[in-house]
């Protein structure tokens, strides 16, 4: 168990719905970071909040995005769904800013029919 | 720009060796290495960074070559729950957390 929780594990929803993905991150940890794993694509980075702040973006799709709480708790927002977005979506957490040893929740796993 | 792994798959026997390869055409400033089981998260293994601080497990190494922008990953007298999907993650100098993963390495021990 990393510390790092998500919820919920499994979604199954339309194409054309929106839905929200949650992480609580491990107690101390400041960053958070989200990640996106089909098995096309493999595991690819959508971004990343610090202490509340974004602090670094990938590849992340308009139709997604992402907040930090005060609590730093995080949410990723994905909205008019499509067939492609069904994938795993991990959240990872750490101390520092700079990435350095993430501790990855157990992920959500988004189907879009 | 994808970090290219290699192999993309090797088989072993309990006690065999394995060296895991990652390269980028990219300048580095860190590598990351991590496993994944089949349906579980990724797990840390280990960080290093250039300049040569290390941080990792305690039963893997790794080597990171800054100049040629590569970095290995040694797996010794490897155990069954080493099993797993190996990814590399690189850091460029000034994109802070991105991590850009390599496609992964699927390494399979056979008792």
């Known amino acids: 168990d990393s510390g790092v929780t998500q919820t919920p594990k499994h979604l199954i929803t339309a194409t054309g719905q929106r839905v929200t993905l949650r992480c609580s991150p491990r107690?101390?940890?400041?960053?958070v970071y989200w990640y996106q794993q089909s098995l096309d694509q493999g595991l690819q980075f959508l971004i990343q909040?610090?202490?509340?702040?974004?602090?670094a973006k990938g590849n992340i799709l308009e139709r997604f995005s992402a907040q930090q709480f005060p609590d730093l708790h995080s949410e990723l927002n994905l909205s008019s769904l499509e067939l492609g977005d069904s994938a795993l979506y991990f959240c990872?957490?750490?101390?520092?800013?700079?990435?350095?040893?993430?501790?990855f929740g157990p992920g959500t796993r988004l189907t879009v029919t | 720009q994808q970090p290219v792994q290699s192999p993309q798959a090797v088989i072993l026997r309990e006690g065999e060796d394995a060296v895991i390869n990652c390269s980028s055409s990219?300048?580095?400033?860190?590598v990351h290495w991590y496993r994944q089981k089949h349906g579980e998260a990724p797990v840390f293994l280990m960080i290093?960074?250039?300049?040569?601080e290390q941080k990792g497990h305690e039963k893997i190494s790794a080597s990171f070559n800054e100049k040629k922008q590569q970095s290995s990953l040694y797996l010794t007298a490897s155990q069954l729950s080493y099993s797993g999907t190996y990814f590399c993650?690189?850091?460029?100098?000034?994109?802070?957390?991105?991590?850009?993963f390599g496609q992964g390495t699927i390494l399979t021990v056979h008792p």
């Open positions: 990219k300048a580095l400033y860190s």
């Open positions: 909040y610090y202490n509340g702040e974004e602090r």
């Open positions: 990872a957490s750490s101390v520092r800013i700079d990435s350095y040893e993430q501790y």
């Open positions: 107690s101390g940890d400041l960053s």
């Open positions: 290093l960074l250039k300049g040569g």
């Open positions: 993650g690189v850091q460029g100098g000034t994109s802070y957390g991105k991590l850009t």
